[in-house]
Structures are given as C-alpha cells and as structure tokens.
C-alpha cells in the first residue's frame, strides 16, 4: 500500500520486489526541478542574505536591550521554603515548526522563559506574536548557525543577558534536497552539515560552560535527531541513505574545493547531506554523555519528534512534494504528527521529570508515550562518534 502511494508520487520512483527496505529514488530530488523553482531559489537566496544582514543588525541592536534584563533567581519564600525559579530554555530556530511548538508548549506552562535563538528577528517576533506567546515568557536573540562568528556573538550576547542557562535545545536545521551543487556556510562548510551539525556543535560547546553552572534542579542538553539518520528503519533506507564512510570529507573541511563537499567523500547530495548531519547530531550527543555526564551531571539527550509534514523544513522541495507528503505520511505510513503535538513531545524531553535519563534517543509511540528508541549501528558508534567530535572540534577552531 505505501509503496503503491509512492509510485503515484514520483515517476522518479522505483520499487524493486525483493527485501522491504529497498525502496529506490533515481534522483533525490523525487520530482526533479522546474527551471522557475530554480531561478525562485536564486532571487530567493540573495533577497534572504540582505535580509539576513539587515536582521544581525536588529540583533545585535536587541541584543544590547536584553543585557539590561535583571535575571530571575531561586526566591525563598516566607515560610522559608524555596520556590522554583523559572527555567530559562535556549531553543535554536524557534521561528517555525517544532522549535516554534516547542517554545509555545513550555512558555503555557508559565514555568519557562523561553529565548528563541532565531536567524532572522522580525520572522521570531511574528512568530512568538502569532503563536500567542505572552512578551515575558520570551526574548528573541540573534543567532545564524551557517556563521561561527555569529555563533560566537549569541553566547556573548547571552552571556551579557545576565540569564541563567538550564537547558539548551539545538533544533534549527535546513534541509536541501533539491539543490544541484552545494551551497557553503560562511565559513566554506557544505550548508547543512556546517548549520546542522557544526553551528549546534560549537554553540553547545561554548554553552557547556553555562549549563554548568545552572542551579537549577535538572539541566539538559537536547540535539533533534531523526528517524531518517537511522538506517535500521525503513524510513532511513529511503535512499540516499546516511552514511559518514570514513569521514574523510568532514576531515578535509567540506569545502568542495580540495575536498568533497559530502563527509565520506562522495558526489554533493542535499538529501543524504541533511541525513549525514542528523547522523552527527545523534553521535554529539552520545559523545557529549559520555564526556560529560557523569562529571556534570547534565541530561545529554537525542529524539525523532514524529514526522512534521507540514513544517518549512520541505520549503525547498517541490510543491507537488509538500502537498503529497503530509498525505502520505497521515494515511500511508501513519507517521505524521502535528507541529502541535510535536511541540509538546520536545517540551517533555526538556522539563518532565521522568524523562532524565541521559544518552537516550527518545520516540513516541502510537499513543503518544515516549519510549528509549535504538539508534543504528552507524549512528551509535562510539569510534565514530569520537572521530567526529574531534575533527569537527579543528573545523569550529576549538582544537
Ligand atoms: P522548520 O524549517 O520549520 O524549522 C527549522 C528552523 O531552523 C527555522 O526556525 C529556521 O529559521 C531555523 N534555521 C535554519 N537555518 C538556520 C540558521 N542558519 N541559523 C539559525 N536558525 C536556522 O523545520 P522543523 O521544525 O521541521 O525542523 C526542526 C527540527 O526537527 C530539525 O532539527 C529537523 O531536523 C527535525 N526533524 C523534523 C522532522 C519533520 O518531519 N519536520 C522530523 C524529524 C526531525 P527560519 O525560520 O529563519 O527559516
Ligand atoms: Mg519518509 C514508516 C515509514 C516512514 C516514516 C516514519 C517516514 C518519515 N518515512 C517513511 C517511509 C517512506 N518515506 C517511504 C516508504 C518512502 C518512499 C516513498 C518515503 C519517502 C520520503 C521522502 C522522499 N520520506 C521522506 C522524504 C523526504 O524528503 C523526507 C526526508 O527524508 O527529509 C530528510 C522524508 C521523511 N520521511 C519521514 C520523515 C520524518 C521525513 C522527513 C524529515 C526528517 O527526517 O527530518
């Protein structure tokens, strides 16, 4: 039945008869590209750089307003007991999607002020606004994960807020599948690996600091992850398939100039870039528990949220894609969830009690109870782990 939805989608579509997960795509593109989406991705992308540099001012003008907001702290009450302070959540791209459900789910609870670690300033404001999340559970703070500098300049200017940091959430991501030839970060690093993966890989380096010293009772740190990085489900042996082979591209900068633009060295592929990068951020977050756990006593934690059909992460796919998919995945594979529901699955991995157990992959099953998921073999790899930690340590300038 779901291999019989999927031959209607894509002419590009095969369908060997034998093994359940040998579902092939020719191109990974699944529909291919119209030249008008690709000259709308050309004007886009240079109308998104103003935009972008316009907002960096706004943040750094913002940035400087939030410096002057006095940190709340553990208050004693009169009977001498003393109340929980509000917890204060770093969440990366909290304009759309799941980071935009997620900052809505915990800033309803009242318990959580929320500071929404956004590219682009006036997009976050609207979409706090839109969301109906009240002004004093919220701050907007610049942060473009595709530049370290800018990555460097959120921890100063968070640092400068005077807030404490009790969970951090890295959750932006940009997904490319269309895209003929790579694009780069500002730093020369294949976009999707250099945002997903190095961008939340420098900033949660640098944060470590703070959460550290948090006094708050439980403190997290939490990487997105997906079933499609997993290759031991039949979603991620949808190809391209994930896999960081001996990780000589990532060790040669993926630069696409004297090295592949691709970690393990082969031909660019925005769809197996996006997956090779959830692949990292699950093996972080595995190194990061085992490097830190026990000395900190931070919550290190990874999870696939449910698929969220009809987020912006598939605005640079097709339009017959992004209406088919929420389709497919609600009737077909019965997969889909709610940015809603999404929203409230993320949020639990940041303040539910039960949920404090550290190295886990977290999922959720048909009613919605979430359960410790087995990650692939590639993506549990502890060598691995350690080999990406280190080479992306000499990328981001921290070795
Ligand atoms: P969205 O596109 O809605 O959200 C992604 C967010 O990342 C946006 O806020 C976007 O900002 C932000 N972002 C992109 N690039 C940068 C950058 N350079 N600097 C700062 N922020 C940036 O997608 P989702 O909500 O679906 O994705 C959220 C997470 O969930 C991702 O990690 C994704 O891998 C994961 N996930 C999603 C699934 C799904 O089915 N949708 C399934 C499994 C995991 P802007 O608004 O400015 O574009
Ligand atoms: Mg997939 C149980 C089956 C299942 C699930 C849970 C997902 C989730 N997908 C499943 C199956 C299939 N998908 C099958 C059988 C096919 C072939 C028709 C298929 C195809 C497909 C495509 C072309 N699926 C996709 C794409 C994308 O472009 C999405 C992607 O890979 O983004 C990286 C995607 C996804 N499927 C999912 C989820 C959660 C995604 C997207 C988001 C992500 O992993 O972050």
């Given amino acids: 039945m779901a291999l019989q939805a999927a031959s209607l989608v ?7 008869k034998e093994g359940k997960c040998s579902v092939c795509l020719k191109d990974s593109s699944l529909f291919g590209i119209s030249l008008s989406d690709h000259l709308k991705s050309e004007f886009s992308s240079s109308t998104l750089r103003c935009k972008r540099e316009l907002n960096q001012q706004i943040g750094a003008i913002r940035a400087q307003t939030t410096a002057t907001i006095a940190p709340e702290v553990n208050k004693a009450a009169p009977d001498g007991k003393k109340t929980l302070r509000k917890g204060s959540v770093v969440i990366t791209g909290a304009s759309s999607g799941l980071g935009l459900a997620t900052a809505k789910a915990l800033a309803e609870t009242g318990k959580w002020h929320v500071i929404m670690a956004c590219r682009d300033f ?8 839109s969301a109906g999340i009240s002004k004093e559970n919220y701050t907007v703070m610049h942060l473009d994960l595709a530049s370290l500098d800018s990555v460097r300049q959120f921890v100063d200017n968070f640092r400068q807020s005077g807030r404490p940091l009790d969970v951090l959430v890295c959750n932006a ?8 030839e790579p694009t780069f970060t500002a730093e020369g690093f294949e976009l999707s690996v250099g945002t997903n993966h190095l ?3 420098l ?24 079933i499609t990085g997993n290759t031991n489900t039949l979603a991620g042996n949808v190809p391209p398939k994930a896999n960081l082979g001996d990780l000589r591209g990532l060790a040669g900068g993926l630069s696409g100039l004297n090295s592949s633009s691709m970690i393990d060295g082969g031909e660019f592929d925005g769809a197996k870039a996006y997956k090779d990068s959830k692949v ?3 093996l972080t977050m595995q190194e990061f528990h085992r490097r830190y756990h026990e000395e900190t006593g931070i919550t290190f934690a990874s999870l696939y949220p449910g698929c969220i059909a009809t987020t912006g992460l598939f605005r640079e796919h097709i339009p017959l894609f992004r209406i088919l998919f929420p389709v ?3 009737f077909i594979t019965k997969g889909y969830v709610s940015e ?10 940041v303040s539910e009690p039960s949920l404090t157990k550290s190295g886990v992959y977290w999922s959720w099953n048909k009613n919605s109870a979430s359960f410790e998921n087995q990650l692939s073999q590639e993506a549990s790899d502890a060598e691995k782990a350690r080999r990406v930690w280190e080479l992306s340590e000499k990328l981001v300038g921290l070795a």
Avoid: W
């Fill in 199 to 201: 961008g939340h890989f």
């Fill in 10 to 16: 894509s002419p590009a579509l095969s369908v060997p």
């Fill in 280 to 282: 990292c951020n699950m």
């Fill in 328 to 330: 497919f995945q609600k």
């Fill in 122 to 129: 006036l997009k976050a404001e609207r979409a706090a606004k």
């Fill in 173 to 180: 991501a940009v997904y490319l599948p269309t895209a003929k």
């Fill in 340 to 349: 809603e529901e999404s929203g409230k699955r993320l949020a639990q991995v």
């Fill in 203 to 226: 900033l949660s380096r640098l944060l470590l600091e703070d959460l550290n010293k948090s006094d708050y009772p439980s403190k997290r740190l939490i990487i997105v992850g997906s």
